[in-house]
């Protein structure tokens, strides 16, 4: 039944996850009427995440309409499923006993991950919409500093002492009332809490009872420190292929466990970054945003492009003379200046992922630039030909295709050493490589690829 | 200890997980003074992630080294963990004794990951050095598509008949001698073998003995059809917070289960190949390729480029007697060019990413069209305006500053359409639109650039 439903309504023919156009047409509708029980029911076989989604694509006029419509049925979970971005416009449309409502409804690390992007009126109506033993839980994690792995853990955990065997341990877990709802792994410590292993249920139910737990735990098992950047704790699940990983407090003492679940979350979060980072696209930036605030993201970078290609600008304009003499320079610089960019985009995009995955590292950092720079050659010198064979039979000019050629060849390997060295002198000085090295690497190409062109033209031509 | 180790070794004083320079020089040391030893006891701490990591910083000729020397030692998940382009290098250097041994000790969902990427000869090899049992799984395996969730699923599951209770269950599971190494919930499935649920293993822990499954089931289940493209599975666990999932064939039968570790690194690779498409290079591009795998990657998009830039030129050439006589024309032609560039890029990449999540669908599809041409006009008038100004103070001509002010709205405009249209467009022709938009899009920008720039300035100076 489950299943059917899910096929119908949000599965649609070719079989991937795109929610149906049908049940969009629903919502519409049943806002259009006005009708609350007709939306309520387009919503009920929907994951809290589609709804989420859903509302993302709506109108913020339509939006605001969903939010008063679906009332009092709004589920905690949509909120915690939305785009940041568009939370604190969702919250303000909200009745104030309906988001207290909501927020109640959430796991207090659902609670954290939504609190710590609202501001601060919205915060304060959310953690007094919290019984006690929740807010001290959540204001706790809050106090961890942001993008830590304080801050993505759960506390609620489930630990037994190292000594222990799998018959105590099971006959420990059957007696307790209320186990996480989620959890895989039981946690061993020390005397002074400090875990020195761990065991998956499933190897436990599998398990002899006399069988003493340190003979059945994870190699896999290790520790993330709670002060360790999200980033990292994402990087550790995937490459070590965790599923949970207790956190340790400075003493090395347990006070939390990551679940993969999450890790996979901020992995997906670090990816959109810097896919939007190297694009020159601000973060959190979504099809959602209103027109302004998408705009004003926009700006900076487009603003910056602009100073550095004026800076080209400066650079042709030193050779007016001999454009004005042979405007096939201007016909063909272009083509020098693309082709530089381009190479050096590819370079820095490699590099960029490189060090994300820690693979570019100081061990092999003068290897990679020596092969990107021999790369750069080897490309540069087959361009360089057949450009200087385009130029000569466009132009009549053999001159002009010796000209294209060099420069060519010194632009692309400029643009495949630019495209290391930026950014991983960005990443020395702490600032994220993926966030400014497009600029830089493209004014170096744009103005390498000019002065080599039209520098050598005005030699040799002139 | 082993947490020792690891914070020594290999999480150096940054706590992140880059390889420590000292691993890396003894590594190195021992490579050459040809100590199998040295190397054995240098790597002895690692996980085999970080020894395959560790390889692939290496040169080509240490890494043969390597091999010869790392010998019988060779730790089949090692293999696994390395980067796809390099494997058959690496097993190209291996003893075939070596690599049989390697081969046995994996998990079969691993053999099938590892054989799938490699030449004849090897997949026999690797098939031969299976038992029988292991080999009929990892042919049925082989037996479903490339990329398809049959590919990644594993065989062992653990199921129990819908009517079961709690009691029965654990009985069961306590009775059975092998029980999975990874398994995170028991499927519940109906005589005919269609699974209808799941239970997690710690609410089957926490619950009395006389409880139903059916009662205690998980809300997040949902089943994966056989054939299912992996990204879209990928897609599946991060948006429904999935922690495994059974798999079934056309019948609704169950046939095996994912689990989220696999999805996450799925995920982590179609990130990989949008970041990497996105910027003209190859799939499957690594720091660890040679420098001729490298060049022959990068060198279709760069010819892509160069003809798409010629076009550009071309275009510049129609207006070669306007920038005779205006050099100021070809001063400031590349600013209009390389703006539309940049902003066509913010718009694709943002519509590439939506694409991706899903939020980009035939119902928002316009509304999205109509928001980037009206943040395009907003942006275009802003440094329509700036560039005015600048052009006039710069050249003294008024006329100038309106031409280039003209030239900046249109191109910006056209980038936003041109930004989301044409990703959107090779979705629809089922060509993956991180692939090709890249070079559509800046040709789109330079060729309208040139031709509004150059066009009016034809019209409004001569």
Chains 1, 2 share one sequence.
Do not use: C
Not at 14 to 31: C, M, P, Q, T, W
Not at 64 to 88: A, H, K, N, T
Not at 160 to 173: C, K, M, R, S
Not at 274 to 284: F, K, M, N, P, S
């Amino acid at each position: 039944m489950l299943d059917d439903q899910i096929t119908d309504d949000v599965q649609p023919e070719d079989g991937d996850y795109e929610i149906n156009r049908g049940v969009f047409g629903s919502v519409k509708d049943a806002l259009q009427a006005d009708n609350a029980a007709a939306l309520a029911m387009a919503l009920a076989p929907l994951h809290p995440a589609d709804i989420a989604d859903l509302m993302e694509q709506l109108s913020s006029d339509d939006r605001e309409d969903f939010v008063r419509l679906y009332g009092s049925e709004f589920d905690g979970e949509v909120l915690s499923e939305l785009d940041e971005g568009l939370r604190e416009d969702i919250i303000s449309y909200m009745a104030p006993e309906v988001f207290a409502e909501a927020v109640r409804e959430l796991e207090t690390d659902d609670v954290v991950d939504l609190i710590e992007d609202l501001d601060e009126p919205h915060t304060e109506a959310a953690l007094k919409a919290l019984d006690d033993d929740d807010r001290v839980v959540v204001e706790q994690s809050l106090s961890y500093p942001e993008e830590s792995a304080g801050r993505l853990m759960q506390r609620e955990l489930v630990v037994a002492p190292e000594h222990w065997n799998v018959g105590q341990t099971i006959d420990f877990l059957r007696n307790q009332d209320d186990l996480p709802e989620q959890f895989y792994h039981v946690i061993l410590v020390d005397p002074r809490m400090r875990p020195t292993g761990y065991v998956t249920l499933g190897r436990l139910m599998g398990s002899p009872r006399a069988t003493a737990m340190t003979e059945i735990t994870e190699e896999s098992f290790r520790t993330i420190p709670v002060l360790q950047d999200e980033g990292d704790v994402a990087y550790a699940f995937n490459q070590y292929h965790l599923i949970s990983a207790p956190v340790v407090d400075e003493d090395d003492r347990l006070v939390g466990v990551i679940t993969i679940d999450d890790a996979m979350a901020i992995l997906d979060e670090e990816h959109e970054e810097d896919i939007l980072r190297l694009a020159g696209v601000g973060e959190e930036s979504s099809l959602s945003d209103r027109v302004i605030d998408t705009t004003k993201r926009r700006f900076p970078w487009l603003a910056v492009n602009l100073v550095t290609s004026i800076l080209a600008s400066l650079v042709i304009a030193q050779f007016d003379k001999v454009i004005a003499q042979f405007v096939a320079l201007a016909v063909l610089m272009p083509i020098v200046a693309s082709m530089g960019g381009n190479a050096g985009t590819q370079s820095l995009t490699v590099a960029v992922r490189a060090l994300a995955t820690k693979d570019l590292t100081t061990s092999n950092v003068w290897r990679v630039i020596r092969r990107e720079a021999i790369v750069g050659l080897v490309n540069g010198v087959i361009f360089a030909v057949v450009m200087g064979v385009v130029g000569v039979l466009w132009f009549g000019t053999p001159m002009l295709g010796v000209v294209i050629g060099v420069a060519m060849v010194v632009n692309l390997v400029v643009a495949g050493l630019a495209g290391v060295m930026i950014p991983v002198t960005l990443e020395r000085l702490d600032i994220d490589p993926a966030l400014a090295s497009g600029a830089f690497v493209t004014t170096v190409t744009d103005v390498v690829g000019f002065f080599a062109f039209l520098g050598l033209a005005a030699v040799v031509l002139l």
